[in-house]
């Protein structure tokens, strides 16, 4: 792994403040990785098992601190080693938070400041970056991994780390103030409905409820802000798709964990240096309709892609899945058909209401409260037309009472008391329902 050569000169000895946030300690940890990057062999590097890499990293490197000739302790030269292997193998600073099953969300702001999500709630942590250019170099390794690019002709990117975490990137010169990464956790161990309803995100009954709505295949829409949770939902309600169907999975960035043994995973592509080569959602969305695909999901529906889903949904491939950014059930309605209007087609706007209207049947919002828990705030049927209007009405709400003092959300979930038309829908196809889930009397508090 060494390659052969003359040693480096030590330099003399300096003193300082052992932290990772000290601006010496930055400086020692770019001279000695300086020095093994000029000392390993890449190529034996690439073809060696990570333990016996980390084994020869370390190795390396507390040759190279000897011969800095700085005196620190043992605690300080294994935190050196570890920043360092890190910064070769992983993704420098924040590598560590990796290992954390808590936080949910990595939010990088110029070298300066990393902040965390966890449990809902944002927290500044003491990690810092060298300089702006260290947290380009951690970008660049990441979207260079995955055959994209970043630079200031296109200065914005989507990717996605090999444990399938949700990247992007934004430069200079949009970022004003320097590099911007947001990493959005991917879990090592899914969600279930059961979970959500630990959490208390919905109650027993909307969790029966949906699993029906899937498995009776019923096609759903997902509506909610960002980081509300519908990625998340989208993966578990996927998971009552019964085994025996053929599932194609249409996203920009691969996140979903579907379980079942028959899943075709597809994934938009960017252009390329010159402008060409992009694949984009509604190209992937066409295509999977000659893959005889037995549902459809679509991670997110963000523009002319929408027409060719709800097409797709009206021609034999109910109990298609998908998500769309909205405040509201009625304002995710009047996203779509500003969508349908992306594609080109010059519809008229009962048109494009009807479109909307025969291919979904249900509409769940998600909310992020203020004490950073998520919950399904309204499960609402779409159940036709009323002269111009898309008709809609709600069979589960979430109202808020109050916030105690520790900041926890007070409320309570409620049935409005309408029974739903789906309802006859899913006996037919062998779902039990007891009208009792629909009893406005049962509340549900939380």
């Given at each position: 792994?060494?390659?052969?050569g003359?040693?480096a000169?030590?330099?003399?000895?300096?003193?300082?403040?052992?932290?990772?946030?000290?601006?010496?300690?930055?400086?020692?940890k770019?001279r000695?990785?300086?020095?093994?990057?000029?000392?390993?062999?890449?190529?034996v590097m690439?073809t060696?098992?990570?333990?016996?890499?980390?084994?020869q990293?370390?190795?390396?490197?507390?040759?190279?601190?000897?011969?800095?000739?700085?005196?620190i302790?043992?605690?300080?030269?294994?935190?050196?080693?570890?920043?360092?292997?890190?910064?070769v193998?992983?993704?420098?600073?924040?590598?560590p938070?990796?290992?954390?099953p808590?936080i949910?969300?990595?939010?990088v702001?110029t070298?300066?400041?990393?902040?965390v999500e966890?449990?809902?709630?944002?927290?500044?942590?003491?990690?810092?970056?060298?300089?702006?250019?260290?947290?380009l170099?951690i970008?660049d390794?990441?979207?260079?991994s995955?055959?994209?690019?970043?630079?200031?002709?296109?200065?914005?990117?989507?990717?996605r780390?090999?444990d399938?975490?949700r990247?992007?990137?934004?430069?200079?010169?949009?970022?004003?103030?320097?590099?911007i990464?947001?990493?959005?956790?991917?879990?090592?161990?899914?969600?279930t409905m059961?979970?959500?309803?630990?959490?208390?995100s919905?109650?027993?009954t909307?969790?029966a409820?949906l699993?029906?709505?899937?498995?009776?295949r019923l096609?759903?829409?997902?509506?909610?802000?960002?980081g509300?949770?519908k990625?998340?939902?989208?993966?578990?309600?996927?998971?009552?798709?019964?085994?025996?169907?053929?599932?194609?999975t249409i996203e920009?960035?691969?996140?979903l964990?579907?379980?079942?043994p028959h899943?075709?995973?597809?994934?938009?592509?960017p252009?390329?240096i010159?402008?060409?080569?992009e694949?984009?959602?509604?190209?992937?969305?066409?295509?999977?309709?000659?893959?005889?695909?037995?549902?459809?999901?679509?991670?997110?529906?963000?523009?002319?892609?929408?027409?060719?889903?709800?097409?797709?949904?009206?021609?034999?491939?109910?109990?298609s899945?998908t998500t769309v950014?909205?405040n509201?059930?009625?304002d995710?309605?009047t996203?779509?058909?500003n969508m349908?209007?992306?594609a080109?087609?010059?519809?008229p706007?009962?048109?494009?209401?009807q479109q909307i209207?025969?291919?979904?049947?249900?509409?769940?919002?998600l909310?992020?409260?203020s004490?950073?828990?998520?919950?399904?705030?309204?499960?609402?049927e779409?159940?036709?037309?009323?002269?111009?209007v898309?008709?809609?009405?709600?069979?589960?709400?979430f109202?808020?009472?109050?916030?105690?003092?520790?900041?926890t959300?007070?409320?309570?979930f409620?049935?409005?008391?309408?029974?739903?038309?789906f309802v006859?829908r899913?006996r037919?196809?062998?779902?039990?329902?007891?009208?009792?889930?629909?009893?406005?009397?049962?509340?549900?508090?939380?």
């Open positions: 792994m060494e390659q052969g003359a040693e000169t030590a330099l003399g000895p300096t003193a300082f403040q052992f932290s990772p946030a000290d601006k010496a300690y930055q400086e020692l770019m000695i990785h300086q020095k093994l990057l000029e000392r390993m062999d890449l190529t690439e060696m098992p990570l333990d016996e890499l980390k084994r990293l370390k190795s390396l490197v507390e040759r190279l601190i000897g011969e800095e000739s700085i005196p302790n043992e605690a300080e030269r294994d935190r050196l080693v570890q920043d360092i292997q890190h910064e193998l992983g993704l420098g600073p924040i590598e938070l990796f290992a954390d808590g949910s969300d990595i939010l702001n070298y300066r400041q990393v902040y966890r449990q809902g709630r944002l927290e500044l942590t003491p990690i810092t970056f060298r300089d702006n250019n260290h947290v170099k970008i390794k990441i979207v260079s995955i055959g994209r690019r970043i630079d200031e002709s296109s200065p914005m990117v989507d990717a780390l090999p399938g975490s990247v992007n990137a934004i430069i200079q010169p949009v970022s004003l103030d320097g590099p990464l947001s990493i959005r956790r991917f879990a090592v161990v899914p969600l059961d979970d959500f309803v630990n959490f208390k919905l109650t027993p909307m969790a409820l699993e029906g709505i899937v498995q009776a096609s759903v829409l997902i509506s909610g802000g960002t509300t949770g990625t998340t939902l989208l993966n578990v309600m996927s998971g009552y798709i019964p085994p025996s169907e053929r599932i194609v920009d960035a691969a996140e964990q579907l379980q079942q899943v075709v995973r597809l994934e938009t592509r252009p390329n010159e402008g060409k080569g694949i984009t959602q509604r190209a992937l969305v066409r295509n999977s309709l000659r893959m005889r695909p037995d549902r459809i999901i679509v991670g997110e529906v963000r523009g002319a892609e929408v027409l060719d889903m709800l097409q797709a949904m009206n021609t034999g491939h109910e109990g899945l950014h909205s509201s059930p009625r995710s309605m996203r779509l058909e349908i209007g992306m080109g087609l010059s519809l706007p009962r048109v494009a209401r209207s025969s291919a979904l049947n249900v509409v769940l919002q909310a992020r409260m004490d950073g828990k998520r919950k399904i705030i309204s499960l609402q779409i159940t036709g037309m009323e002269g111009e898309i008709s809609m009405q709600e069979i589960f709400t109202e808020q009472k109050g916030v105690d003092k520790d900041g959300v007070k409320g309570y409620r049935a409005t008391g309408i029974r739903p038309k006859d899913l037919v196809r062998g779902v039990a329902v007891d009208d009792e889930w629909f009893d406005p009397a049962n509340i549900y508090e939380v």
